[in-house]
């Protein structure tokens, strides 16, 4: 016969098996979208659910995506040949957060209001030219570029870094912070996009760089990306406005 004092006992173990589980769950469900507060994950740190390689990018159709402790991760495949993983969902004007970390001789972007095909706006990424941080167009000329000229002040080096970028407005105001840095804000004299498209998914380019021959053993000059480089991407999280 079980007492009320070991009933009570057991309740009390199955209340604390109860919170541990739950909090458990919770922090597995929230451990790969660290994202600020406002923000919702749009990658959840386990597969590629809600987003998609484009399949008719010139940057190359075939890029290595794969998603490690985390972290989303972009190589090309085969070496020489690029490509552009897009988000499914198409966004107009919004905040987006994510945290970056490249290596070096590489070169890549994220795309804003991105066609299937990346046509889009581009915040650049490439260490070697020194040009991270640049407002870019990926196949269509941008009327107002900008240059992150005090990201030396802020920039982490192989290492992480966070990208905040908000657009708002069908002729498109951009700006960029990186670690909580301002580094420019830009209002476009006008809407770049073919036909006045203002929405468009977000995209991340590992780009290409030519076609190559592993008997060479040469690649200096395919200096957009190195042998077995990587770009990582992590936290990545969306706020609509």
């Known amino acids: 016969m079980i007492s009320i004092f070991s009933e009570h006992f057991i309740s009390k173990k199955k209340i604390k098996l109860c919170f541990l589980l739950s909090a458990s769950l919770f922090f597995c469900q929230t451990s790969f979208a660290q994202v600020p507060a406002g923000f919702i994950p749009i990658f959840n740190g386990k ?99 900008a240059k992150a000229s005090e990201i030396s002040k802020v920039w982490k080096a192989n290492d992480w870094n966070s990208f905040r970028i908000r657009m708002v407005g069908d002729t498109p105001r951009i700006t960029l912070w990186i670690n909580d840095v301002q580094m420019w804000d830009v209002v476009q004299p006008k809407n770049d996009f073919i036909a006045g498209v203002t929405e468009g998914m977000i995209g991340l380019q590992s780009h290409w760089t030519a076609l190559y021959s592993p008997k060479a053993n040469e690649w200096n000059g395919l200096r957009l990306w190195a042998p077995g480089a990587e770009h990582r991407f992590r936290n990545i999280g969306i706020k609509v406005l």
């Open 47 to 145: 597969n590629l659910e809600g987003w998609h390689i484009s399949r008719t990018s010139h940057q190359g159709t075939t890029p290595d995506v794969s998603v490690e402790n985390g972290m989303m991760i972009l190589r090309q495949k085969p070496y020489g040949q690029g490509g552009v993983i897009l988000s499914d969902k198409k966004y107009k004007n919004f905040e987006l957060y994510l945290e970056v970390k490249i290596d070096s001789f590489t070169n890549g972007g994220i795309f804003l209001r991105s066609s299937e095909s990346g046509i889009a706006y581009q915040v650049e990424l490439d260490e070697n030219s020194k040009g991270t941080g640049a407002l870019l167009g990926e196949r269509m000329p941008v009327s107002k570029g």
